[in-house]
């Protein structure tokens, strides 16, 4: 588990960005916070250390009697829809203060690792065919009525039941999934937008946690120029030393 800092937000979809040589980079533009510290999370009182955010208004109307004497406690003027918990390490959470405000452009910069928590798109009930990509069985005469099963499942009398974990149709997505490994590309202050290099989980407005990587590598955005290297044409050769050799010929003539 990474105990980086990290925000809430919501995705808003796939384009792209063009570097400086014309290359293109897919990207996902990510909506990035503000997000409140309504609460903390200490070892000596929970047992772990942790960030408690919330993030985007709710109208107070649609606020219960519990909600709104929690988000008064905090000295949150307004109830927050989404609460979340960020685990950190004890020490960073005296750098946040409960009520702050915090924005992307305070917790992520370009060039920055991230995870992105998700939860994936729900494809409904499915077969063995779509879900777990097998392979079916042959279309030809005499197959009858099992093109698309999954073949058998059980093993008779020993141990006469289904093994747990069998490969079978169910639902399919919609399911908590993780994008690790991602780049900042660019984040936009002024619109709290962050564009982060690839694809994240998730259908366009979906709810999504941007924080620091588990693994600290790094990631090359901007792909290194190649040289050109000169044309290996033997064709090309050959007219080159033809050339060159009727040039060494007249030079020696004229001596």
Do not use: W
């Not at 407005?205 to 924080?211: A, D, F, Q, S, T």
């Amino acid at each position: 588990m990474s105990l980086k800092m990290g925000l809430l937000g919501r995705k808003i979809g796939m384009t792209q960005v063009f570097h400086d040589d014309g290359s293109a980079l897919g990207v996902t533009a990510v909506s990035v916070g503000p997000c409140v510290v309504v609460g903390k999370r200490t070892t000596e009182k929970h047992g772990y250390s942790a960030l408690q955010l919330g993030f985007e208004e709710l109208p107070v109307r649609l606020a219960t009697r519990p909600d709104t004497g929690f988000f008064k406690k905090a000295g949150v003027e307004k109830p927050l829809r989404v609460l979340r918990e960020v685990r950190l390490e004890a020490k960073d959470l005296e750098k946040y203060e409960v009520g702050k405000t915090i924005r992307a452009s305070e917790v992520f910069k370009i060039g920055d690792v991230v995870d992105v928590v998700g939860t994936t798109k729900g494809k409904g009930y499915q077969g063995v065919m779509k879900r777990h990509r097998m392979a079916g069985d042959s279309m030809t005469h005499g197959t009858h009525e099992f093109f698309r099963h999954g073949g058998s499942i059980g093993c008779r009398l020993t141990p006469g039941r289904v093994h747990k974990g069998k490969r079978m149709s169910g639902l399919m997505g919609n399911v908590k999934n993780t994008a690790s490994d991602l780049v900042v590309v660019q984040i936009v202050d002024d619109q709290d937008l962050v564009l982060v290099k690839g694809a994240i989980p998730g259908t366009p407005n979906g709810l999504v946690l941007i924080k620091g990587s588990v693994k600290d590598v790094r990631k090359y955005v901007v792909p290194r120029v190649i040289k050109e290297v000169e044309s290996k044409n033997p064709m090309k050769a050959s007219k080159k030393g033809a050339a060159q050799a009727g040039a060494g010929g007249a030079a020696k003539a004229k001596k």
